[in-house]
């Protein structure tokens, strides 16, 4: 490829990419003018981003206006999942992108009525890397990986882990199963992002969500 045509596709992606930042930023004064609390979660396919979401609205939809975005290639089944614990849902569905980005969290805010609403969460499409360039325009980003993704998922992505607040390490109640060592994965995120704070979860089991929902609200 030509000098001229690499350099021309990277001024392109710095666009795409500066381009998000700025709605992203303005999606979060909008919240925060909005009274509106924003957290996104991102993660693998199957990782348990929809299961960790009801276990938390769960425990705080009494308290709480919940609206939940929840991002997919296709179908409605994540928000339908959402809806049955008696909250608010959007479903976006991407069709080819494979992550959210600042312009379809800026149409919910557009379109929305959120009054009602004190608390968003936005599950991005299942996927460890597209994410990682494109900020919604939250207050925290929390990663969720699980141990049945095998102990180098986090070393294999560390871009997510550098550009969340807060790395869930899901599925613990399947270790006895899986020849994962727990300490390592820890490690691996400490090392790449040491501000992190991190939560060995089971969405089924509930172990540690009290502890993670504590740690997102404050
Ligand atoms: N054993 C166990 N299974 C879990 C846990 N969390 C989620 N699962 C299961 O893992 C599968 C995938 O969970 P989801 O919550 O749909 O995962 P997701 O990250 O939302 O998946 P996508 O939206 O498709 O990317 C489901 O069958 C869940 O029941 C957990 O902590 N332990
Ligand atoms: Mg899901």
């Known amino acids: 490829m030509s000098e001229k045509k690499t350099s021309r596709i990277i001024e392109l992606n ?7 930042d700025r709605l992203a930023e303005q999606n979060k004064q909008f919240l925060k003018k909005k009274n509106v609390r924003a957290f996104d979660f991102v993660g693998a396919i ?13 425990r705080i939809a009494k308290e709480y206006g919940i609206l939940v975005i929840n991002g997919d290639v296709a179908t409605r089944i994540d928000a339908d999942r959402i809806e049955k ?3 608010a849902t959007i479903q976006i569905n991407t069709g080819k992108e494979c992550a959210l980005n600042s312009y379809h969290i800026s149409q919910v805010l557009k379109n929305y009525d959120l009054h009602e609403v004190g608390i968003l969460f936005i599950e991005n499409v299942g996927n460890l890397i597209c ?6 325009g939250t207050e925290k980003r929390i990663v969720i990986v699980s141990i049945t993704e095998g102990p ?29 060592n ?37």
Request: charged share 25%; glycine share 4%; hydrophobic share 45%.
């Open 46 to 58: 199957g990782a348990g981003k929809t299961a960790i979401i009801e276990s938390i609205v769960e």
């Open 152 to 180: 180098w998922v986090i070393r294999k992505h560390p871009m997510l882990f550098k550009y969340s607040d807060i790395a869930v390490i899901n599925k613990i109640d399947l270790k006895d199963v899986m020849d994962v």
């Open 131 to 136: 994410p990682s360039d494109f900020m919604l």
């Open 182 to 218: 727990i300490e390592d994965m820890i490690k691996d995120a400490k090392e790449i992002n040491p501000n992190i704070k991190i939560f060995i979860t089971s969405a089924t089991t509930g172990e540690n969500i009290s502890k993670l929902i504590n740690c997102i609200l404050n």
């Open 14 to 20: 710095e666009d795409l990419i500066e381009n998000n």
């Open 85 to 87: 614990c008696g909250v």
